[in-house]
Nanobody, 124 residues
Framework: EVQLQASGGGLVQPGGSLRLSCAAS????????IGWFRQAPGKEREGVSF??????FYADSVKGRFTISRDNAKNTVYLQMNSLKTEDTAVYYC???????????????????WGQGTLVTVSS
């Protein structure tokens, strides 16, 4: 059974850091693209970052602050979030997509499996 388990969210002050984890089971992360998305209160869900075949992509709003990585041995994808801002507050989801053109990494219909989400709150 394919499962994605997102964790690592919490409350952090502006300027702080968090590392989110997306633990996968039922498949090998190396065979698929894994994306991170987020949904802030009252807003649509948006793409944050994506990793596949060694390529990494980021939304403009998080470039230079967030880093996506993976540990194949642990079958886990991470999202290191630094210099957090209040506008980063959202529920963060990880999701799996088959290999797709990199230009489509934000296209949510391509993602067939989603984790349950983890809440990140950035507040003083």
């Amino acid at each position: 059974e394919v499962q994605l388990q997102a964790s690592g969210g919490g409350l952090v002050q502006p300027g702080g850091s968090l590392r989110l984890s997306c633990a996968a089971s039922g498949f090998e992360i190396d065979d698929y693209g894994i994306g991170w998305f987020r949904q802030a209160p009252g807003k649509e869900r948006e793409g944050v970052s994506f990793i596949n075949v060694g390529r990494k992509f980021y939304a403009d709003s998080v470039k230079g602050r967030f880093t996506i990585s993976r540990d194949n041995a642990k079958n886990t994808v991470y999202l290191q979030m630094n210099s957090l801002k209040t506008e980063d507050t959202a529920v963060y989801y990880c999701a799996r997509a088959p290999r797709l053109p990199f230009s489509l990494w934000r296209a949510q219909p391509h993602y067939t499996y989603w984790g349950q989400g983890t809440l990140v709150t950035v507040s003083s």
